[in-house]
């Protein structure tokens, strides 16, 4: 696969998830009102008022004026009365999860503060957790994730979620997400060279040339997408290989010729993979699919030719022969396992395979991997 047609399709997929099925709309005198155009803003004024945008003019509600309102995009905003420093005030909370707990998020002049509805009771929940933790206590299937929780959107609403699907809920390793990850990594890479399909170099045409391996040494940055076992895996590496390749043959005088390749290249690989991860709490498996892009700094290519003749030996030697090309994109395909050390560091395993092509008249790579990380 191309690696500017992996991207291409990894990023239509994020995009194709973003939809918009929903319409704006007031609750006022707990009537409904549907079909209007509502004027979006920054979280800070959605939590203060709202704008209904007419042919001719535009009405602005606030918290007294409308009990609920909603966006196209599926934000909605409840009115309820908070406490803020010494004074009870009436604002817009973004509902975020609605069901038997809710979870709403307000958004004030130097303020961001979340709230769990239960009971009808609007408890404030604190940045270290400890609120949240007792308000779920009851449901041991996420005691954990909880512990491990962000103050952040995605984070809060995904626990309350679960909680609410408290009774149907798998054990609690199936829901211990994966954090961002940032970290260093080496290995040995073996790497064969494979002549392309209009490899035109005459006296290696017939040739095969010996593996080769190295040492490689890169970081990573492992971006998951919060609680569906996916990442997008991002790193650079570089190794160090040297080929070389013989054949024996009869040149047009009917003299023995020996030939020789000799090819050495540095170079710095920068891989894109989507990896997929079996979510448990401290062993992880995961397998892995992207592209890779590799561009060869350093490479030069010398082929020799050993004429014999009258038991006289002649060298003839050509230098900057273009083999490989500078720049080669690819794919790969993988496997390994993550290792939870601590709440902050983790260590992998992994085998890995990278299929590297160049232009049509040079060589190709293959090459595989064992690598081992540990993450910051």
Do not use: H
Not at 329 to 351: P, Q, S
Request: aromatic share 14%; with cysteine; hydrophobic share 35%.
């Amino acid at each position: 696969m191309d690696c500017r047609k992996f991207i291409i399709i990894l990023l239509l997929n994020l995009v194709s998830s973003i939809t918009y099925s929903q319409i704006d709309y007031i609750v006022e005198d707990s009537i409904k009102s549907q079909g209007i155009t509502l004027r979006m803003g920054a979280d800070s004024e959605n939590s203060e008022y709202v704008i209904k945008v007419l042919s001719k003019e535009e009405v602005k509600y606030y918290p007294e004026d409308i009990e609920e309102y909603g966006f196209r995009d599926g934000r909605v905003y409840v009115s309820r009365k908070i406490d803020l420093s010494t004074i009870s005030k009436q604002v817009f909370l973004e509902r975020l999860v609605d069901g038997e707990v809710k979870l709403y998020y307000y958004r004030g002049s130097g303020v961001k503060q979340y709230y769990i509805e239960r009971d009808t009771s609007l408890i404030a929940l604190d940045k270290e957790g400890v609120v949240l933790q007792q308000l779920v206590n009851d449901c041991p299937n996420i005691t954990d994730i909880v512990k491990s929780a962000k103050y952040q959107k995605r984070w809060l609403a995904k626990i309350v979620k679960l909680y609410n699907n408290c009774n149907s809920l798998k054990p609690a390793n199936s829901y211990n997400p994966k954090q961002k990850e940032f970290g260093i990594y080496g290995g040995i890479s073996t790497t064969n060279l494979k002549r392309s399909s209009g490899f035109s170099n005459a006296f290696l045409r017939d040739a095969t040339f010996s593996s080769s391996s190295s040492f490689t040494l890169g970081l990573f940055y492992d971006i998951p997408f919060l609680w569906s076992g996916f990442s997008l895996n991002l790193g650079t590496n570089i190794s160090k290989f040297g080929f070389n390749a013989s054949k024996s043959t009869i040149n047009e005088y009917l003299y023995p010729v020996d030939i020789e390749a000799v090819v050495n290249i540095t170079t710095i690989e920068a891989p894109i993979i989507l990896q997929y991860s079996f979510l448990r709490k401290n062993f992880r498996p995961y397998l892995n699919i992207g592209c890779d892009i590799a561009y060869n700094v350093k490479m030069n290519g010398e082929i020799y030719q050993k004429v014999r003749r009258d038991n006289i030996i002649n060298t003839v030697r050509s230098t900057d022969e273009k083999l490989l090309s500078k720049t080669m994109t690819g794919y790969l395909f993988g496997a390994g396992f993550n290792y939870k050390v601590n709440a902050k560091n983790t260590i992998f395993g992994e085998a890995r395979i990278t299929e590297l092509f160049g232009s049509n008249d040079t060589l190709n790579r293959s090459q595989f991997s064992v690598l081992m990380g540990f993450s910051f």
